[in-house]
């Protein structure tokens, strides 16, 4: 970190600061310049918060200088991690690798028409939410259990592995005996008890930005995950909360690049809850596939006008083969394949 | 709701949604104008959501009428609620209620030096987190039901009521054998799990409002809490996050009124979170008792430099003094009593 | 539009308010719901500000049916407008066309080195600031007229087209005589004024979003320009304001789905500017060809490490070509051609 | 500043930036940490942007360290500016400064009625658009300099100030002949050359911030003004674009103690563009002069329902007595008067 020091900070702020570095452990260093004084503060940076220092009189503002997180990081582990699904699909190094499948589990008949369609299509594992966090009290909850058991035989009968999320920690053994990958959803990306039950199982984990976090704030929370002994997690871009309101969400595609660069967890876009409409999903998804994504997570329904559900933004099955025939082709413009 | 129409809508399009429109038990109403035909849906919309219509072929988009909650509107509980607090305190019904505190419980010494200050001002609710949502895994996560004991001894010993926050809903019944009003925060306003939770025990509620998340979304969160059937919700506006980085949080000021207009819960404002620095507490916290709130959320720490979290926003006991002078000021100006 | 009348609105609102669409020329028609009745005015409501009726007593709040722009709109021309520009270059109908050059035009050396390896590339139109709005008045403001004189020059000894920014309206009839395309910036997308006087020459206008536009504002100001004679405009995405500070600005990719869908004006995309790091204009570039853009307006500098402004996203030589290969492929692969 | 190498920067890197600084007349200081290199840039760093050290290969950030603005600031002014009015009004220097009148000016009738009700309540500046920047091209857009004649008679009939905008820079001689304040607008905060003309004339300005415009960028663009010769500026916060949609913008309220701590400049709220809803604009008034403001500026409209522009946030004349009556409370409840 470095600390600057107010413009006219006293001697005796100054020495007070650098006892308070040096009683943390760290060494300082102390540079004059014509209007500010500032401490570099020498030493690994990162379980401390910065306001450990911001606090002490005299001090203008602390600014990092490593990422807050280690274990997330490329410079910990330069190679990309690779998570292995059962069914032969896999989430990182090299693939293009999609998840899909309907919102919300409705039926077995919904659910094995979705799976027959995708399955078709090339993708190896199956969505479907049993759990369904929904912002209003008196929307469909989800069928909880049943559900996951739905999934599981569907996704068996189809040799695909299951992605559903969990969204309470007393939850995550029971959601972890049935899926293949624990998905945590935007809204509980901060639930800091979700991400330490989901760091204590052995199941990968696929962890949504929150839609008011920032890069930095996810990768942190994946941080959670790892530090408490998972290593195998991916993280997804499903868009953030701005001031455009033509579409339900605004993808961040930025965050696509940016994150491969800072971590080495491969990275997965939702285009479908990122816009929120089925027509703008195919080229949404494009733009992730161009822009390095390792996977994308689809909501796909047999009859939209049905679903109990996001009807809205799931694609039919035809909206769907054009749009894997799409993916095909900008993959491997890009030098990938289709996993 | 409205339907509208796309520009070229067929006759049967439309004869499907006024069919799917009586199916869920609406009368519709069909307006054609020069350029759209649109759909009136008559009865009571709430529980249902825009998408199931949108998703129907033809359908440009739907706007609801009605907000989509009942239980915390203004229309339907015209009169202010009123939350009455062991110790005399009350939020709502025209009092102005400062509820004060450390961040992080950390000690007995540091909890009753804080609570003899707040106290001697005239605060009868004590705040201290017991379970601390923290970003990163590496910071302190507070002291856990320890803590919650603390709280209770040291309110008791100065007869305060006691808020902290709970973080997972299977501490629920733990957080209320202590607290007298649980405070749920802004990372976990979707955690709906919680949230109903929150909603089976008879301790009042204060909820922050999430900081990705719209005024209506938190009133939403309120109403989960109200229909599993606690009554006793009280909302905070405590920052939410937007493009400006001088300070942690933007304060929505606005959302204080549009708060008080349509709903009948307490408003309460968090101006140490709003903010993240200890010199801008006192003016925001009088711009919320200046805009109509029910009550102040404010960080104290008797040494802020040696505050494990939060330090850099809590004020001081002086600075706390002042605030509490001014805010006495405003609140009469404004023709109200700090209670 | 539809005027929703607030639940206790008397019959003597609701009068008035029909007596005050009537005036203004339009049909009302009244819906008489459970909680509230809703008057549906008939006629185009396109000039109108839902204004003019949300001031009137009794009324909750007013919805526009249609969207408030009609030339620029695909209804009202439904096949996509097409620029032309010499030197065989176009903007819209099917092509992907890539104007590259420096930021700012700092001398004839610098412009000629780079409209040489742009050209190579393939690249028909040379972009290059001699007016450059900055935010500090202390940096480097551009060379003026003989910005554009050394950028006419260039162009015409490589064959190329010239697009220049103009920053005040009585520049544009000086700018036009030496630009192909004008730019509008996106600090002047609601400088009204400017867009009148681009309105009144017979240039083609590239019109970027400014960054706390929505994309309705965007093809209002289009409609701006369109309105005051001149139909040969483009709009460009190049980054808007949120939260995330990892990256300088957000780029919008659905918007370009959004704006495709919505008007008929080619749309162009500035990886430059919405990232303001040279590592990531390649993915979202190529991001931004495989959502359905016309058009990349990217910055290229022979040596970004000396740039006078925007170095640190500005393309080095070898970069360019890198991204302009797979630019193509990528192109290629959505069923388009770099043109 | 403070530039921050990259991990694993070579000898030569550092060499190389270490030659740039002291190429631009700076000193270095290089501080070697466990992780980073990181070089202390010694001197008025404030002309430099700091991409001419982020283009350096081998640097990863930059870090400013003081505030890029310096005529702007409290450092170089430390006294409040006090900008004198005739009438009798002044901003800064203590007072709270009311500023009332319509929106655009539309007729002497509604002019002259506003003026008497405003100067009845003690308001001695009136305010008016007669050029007036719209987002529709198809909306009212003012009378022009029949405008400004009709606001200098009507203001000088009744003893009072005018402010009024000015859109182009070519218009600010002539708005300068009539108006006391010059207004530039929202929209037109990053129009720079409208900026130095502002600052080529010796009448004093109101600045507002730009709706998606941050803090330090608001100061920045008053230090074109200050450095142009003029040093009468006032900053004006008028609600910046968020994701909330409940109000029209969100009024930022931790701008104001932010800014009166920046700078020495008086700063004035506008809880009328702020809120959009005339029922809002009293208690985020109210709000703004608890957190510190020098001045309001408020729309009053004898009839708001026949108001050409901005009717729905328009106060009434009662409405506005209502409010004037608690600022005075306000005001003096945090020790001001209105002046």
Chains 1, 2, 3, 4 share one sequence.
Do not use: W
């Not at 009189?57 to 190679?79: M, T, Y």
């Not at 969990?166 to 005996?177: I, K």
């Not at 008890?193 to 930095?216: C, M, N």
Request: hydrophobic share 45%.
């Amino acid at each position: 970190m470095v600390i600057v020091m107010r413009a006219h900070a006293t001697p005796e702020e100054l020495e007070a600061v650098k006892r308070r570095v040096e009683e943390l452990g760290f060494r300082s260093h102390i540079s004059t310049g014509s209007e500010r004084t500032i401490i570099g503060v020498i030493g690994d940076e990162r379980p401390v918060d910065p306001e450990v220092f911001e606090v002490v009189p005299g001090v203008e503002r602390v600014v990092r200088i490593l990422k807050p997180f280690r274990l997330a990081s490329r410079e910990f582990h330069p190679d990309d991690r690779v998570i292995e699904l059962p069914g032969g699909a896999r989430l990182g190094g090299g693939a293009v690798t999609v998840l899909a499948g309907p919102c919300a589990v409705e039926s077995r008949e919904q659910l094995e028409a979705t799976a027959e369609v995708v399955s078709a299509a090339g993708v190896k594992v199956l969505r479907g939410g049993a759990f369904k966090p929904r912002t209003s009290p008196y929307s469909f909850q989800g069928l909880g259990e049943k559900g996951l058991i739905l999934l599981r035989e569907v996704a068996d009968h189809h040799g695909m592995a299951v992605i559903t999320e969990v969204v309470t920690p007393e939850d995550v053994p029971l959601v972890a005996s049935y899926a293949d990958i624990l998905q945590i959803g935007a809204r509980n990306m901060a639930n800091y008890s979700l991400l330490q039950a989901a760091g204590a199982v052995s199941k990968p984990v696929l962890l949504k930005r929150g839609l008011g976090s920032t890069i930095d704030e996810l990768i942190q929370a994946g941080e959670y995950i790892l530090s408490n002994g998972n290593d195998q997690v991916a993280l997804c871009e499903r868009g953030i909360r701005t001031f455009e309101t033509a579409t339900r969400f605004t993808l961040d595609i930025n965050a696509i690049p940016v994150l491969k660069g800072l971590t080495s967890l491969p990275v997965v876009v939702d285009p479908s809850h990122a816009t929120g409409q089925a027509t703008l999903v195919k080229p949404v998804a494009l733009a992730g596939v161009a822009a390095g994504a390792d996977g994308l997570i689809v909501e796909v329904h047999p009859n939209p006008a049905a679903a109990l559900s996001d009807g809205p933004q799931s694609l039919t099955p035809p909206q769907f083969f054009d749009m894997m025939r799409d993916v095909r082709k900008v993959a491997e413009a890009v030098g990938r394949q289709v996993g």
